[in-house]
Nanobody, 112 residues
Framework: QVQLVESGGGSVQPGGSLRLSCVAS????????VEWYRQAPGKQRELVGSIGRESTNYADSVKGRFTISRDNSKNTAYLQMNSLKPEDTAVYYC???????WGQGTQVTVSS
């Protein structure tokens, strides 16, 4: 069973940047797409974006500000978040393709 561990969350002022990491415990990571989700208090979990072998997709709310990448040699996916807004405040989760495996989540807070 593969496990995912997110890190890199924290508190930042509006306009700031953070980079989240999602590390998988096994190399099967490379076989699957990686999806990043977020869940704000009182709201449903929403898809932020995803990365397959080469292609990426983003929600309209983050397009142009967030970038997803992956390094299969490190079993790691990244979510680079720039120009952060207060509405980006949420717990961010990574999800590994068709495996159904989720990370534990990392809190991102954007506030002045």
């Amino acid at each position: 069973q593969v496990q995912l561990v997110e890190s890199g969350g924290g508190s930042v002022q509006p306009g700031g940047s953070l980079r989240l990491s999602c590390v998988a415990s096994r190399s099967i990571f490379s076989l699957f797409a990686v999806e990043w989700y977020r869940q704000a208090p009182g709201k449903q979990r929403e898809l932020v974006g995803s990365i397959g072998r080469e292609s990426t997709n983003y929600a309209d709310s983050v397009k142009g500000r967030f970038t997803i990448s992956r390094d299969n040699s490190k079993n790691t996916a990244y979510l680079q978040m720039n120009s952060l807004k207060p509405e980006d405040t949420a717990v961010y989760y990574c999800h590994l393709g068709a495996t159904g495996v989720w990370g534990q989540g990392t809190q991102v807070t954007v506030s002045s």
